[in-house]
């Protein structure tokens, strides 16, 4: 399984050759820890999860980081709002961004750096950039003269200006192509946190948490370096300034960004009532796995337009999954010429696999996953599924639950014990006419919801909430 990505960088598909053979390390940029993430935030969360698990099936082991920014501008003043020292109220946030990941499934990467631990390999990465002629004092803090990178651009496009070559830029997220000399650190001001240190009191700039965090745990060179469209300007095109200017090497060799989320059909802004964490949408009542379905299930070069209607679309589709493979598990054996064959089978397992591969194309994997979900539901019509295929329907569902990870859990988490002693009590009684019981056990489980079906190859249960 050989992957391709489109690489930002040489804005062109290439195949993916890891440094190391057998290892990819990978950095993603993470939270910035002053609020609940929203859901363009975990788009690209979702992406990058799905990025790590198709490395993994491809048989390599992934080293991932991803940072926590505790402190930037942001941090400062809302924890300086709520009353509270910085880092009581970025520990807050780093719990919430925790729970969300575990409610979307995403895996956890090998390392989650928060900024204010790597103080010292920040100071360490200004001291080089001095020594090499890239940074300059002035006023207390320390700039990054970017005239002296020549290949300051190249990841953007964006050039600097002639005009704007020494003017300087304080604020973190400045604007779009206004290239200038960037802050590396931040002199200490009255009522800001800051760190005594070699090069003077401050704090880090925002650009160079990356930079020293990412080269201290992946090595000054590594693989794959990811984020949302919005940080190719100016967040990575000063990455590459800092590592490369203090390395003279390299730095990341694929640069894969995700596109922008919007929200029926809007951007999303607080002002218009469409910005929504994933604690919104769970109070109200949506399940996460479906928001896991919808935000994975644009390949993340396109914009996504999230709507409410895709949401409960999402949802339904997770339920006729479950069906599905609720039916596939009471199936009898079947060995007729019209059974469902290993074949069909293997054929999803190949188009998926390079669906994936085809620079992580979720809705080519997802359409073959419901070709072959489709196929078990008409041969259980009918002849039912052989015993290989049914042997290789469960390599393939593992797969999926891999990478995508769509599959509902139903079968074995909550209360779906209970709802399969009750259904297999309720076939007893029918098979000794106690139609009473039958009927009092279907009521039963109406009441919590469950619809149960009879088929002609058993019974089959389904949540109608
Ligand atoms: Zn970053």
């Known amino acids: 399984m050989l992957l391709r990505f489109y690489n ?10 890891p440094l190391e053979p057998g290892r990819a390390r990978l950095y993603t940029c993470g939270p910035t820890v002053y609020g609940y993430a929203h859901i363009g935030n975990l788009r690209t969360f979702l992406f990058e999860d799905v990025l790590r698990r198709s490395l993994k099936l491809a048989g390599l082991s992934v080293t991932q980081v991803m940072n926590l920014t505790d402190i930037d501008d942001k941090t400062i003043r809302e924890a300086k709002a709520a009353g509270l020292e910085l880092r009581a109220y970025t520990d807050r946030f780093i719990a919430a961004f925790f729970a969300d990941l575990e409610a979307l499934r995403v895996e956890r990467a090998e390392h989650y750096p928060r900024a204010t631990d790597y103080i010292t ?6 001291e080089r950039l001095e020594a090499a002629g890239h940074a300059y004092r002035s006023e207390g803090s320390i700039y990054y003269r970017i005239a002296t990178f020549p290949g300051y651009g190249k990841l953007s496009g964006v050039r600097p200006e002639a005009n704007l070559v020494g003017a300087r830029v304080d604020s973190e997220e400045y604007d779009k192509e206004d290239a200038r000399d960037f802050v590396l650190w931040k002199g200490a001001r009255e009522g800001e946190p800051s760190w005594e240190t070699a090069i003077g009191p401050g704090r880090p ?10 080269m201290a745990l992946l090595g000054e060179r590594f ?18 300034a800092q590592s490369e200017g203090a390395t003279g090497e390299p730095f990341a060799r694929y640069w894969l960004h995700a596109e922008h989320l919007v929200v029926e059909g809007e951007k999303m802004a607080k002002s218009k009532g469409n910005f929504f964490t994933l604690r919104d949408l ?16 644009v390949p993340y070069r396109q914009k996504l337009n999230f709507t409410m209607d895709g949401l409960h679309g999402a949802a339904q589709v997770i339920e006729r999954i479950a069906n599905t493979l609720r039916r596939l598990r009471h199936a009898p054996p079947a060995a007729g010429p019209g059974a469902l064959a290993e074949a069909a089978v293997e054929a ?8 994936l591969a085809d620079d992580l194309n979720t809705a080519r994997a997802l359409a073959a996953l419901h070709t072959l979900l489709r196929q078990v539901n008409t041969a259980l019509d009918g002849e039912g599924v052989s015993e290989p295929a049914r042997a290789a329907l469960g390599e393939a569902l593992r797969d999926v639950a891999a990478v995508l990870d769509i599959l509902p859990e139903d079968e074995v988490g909550g209360d779906a014990q209970e709802i399969e002693r009750l259904v297999v009590e309720r076939t007893t009684a029918r098979a000794a006419r106690d139609f009473a019981l039958a009927d009092a056990i279907r009521d039963r489980l109406a009441a919590m919801g469950i619809a149960i079906e009879d088929t002609p190859h058993g019974t089959v249960w389904h949540r109608t909430g």
């Not at 930002?8 to 050759?17: A, G, I, K, M, N």
């Not at 769970?282 to 479906?290: E, K, M």
């Open 8 to 17: 930002t960088l040489s804005r062109r598909l290439e195949d993916f050759e």
């Open 121 to 126: 390999e920040m100071v360490a990465l200004v």
């Open 205 to 214: 700039g925002w650009h160079l948490e990356c930079s020293a965090m990412s």
């Open 223 to 240: 693989d794959i370096h990811t984020g949302g469209v919005d940080n190719i300007f100016p967040h990575h095109e000063n990455e590459i």
């Open 282 to 297: 769970v109070a109200q009542g949506h399940d996460p796995l479906a928001v896991r379905y919808l935000l994975i299930s």
């Open 348 to 355: 999803f397992r190949r188009d998926y696999r390079e669906a």
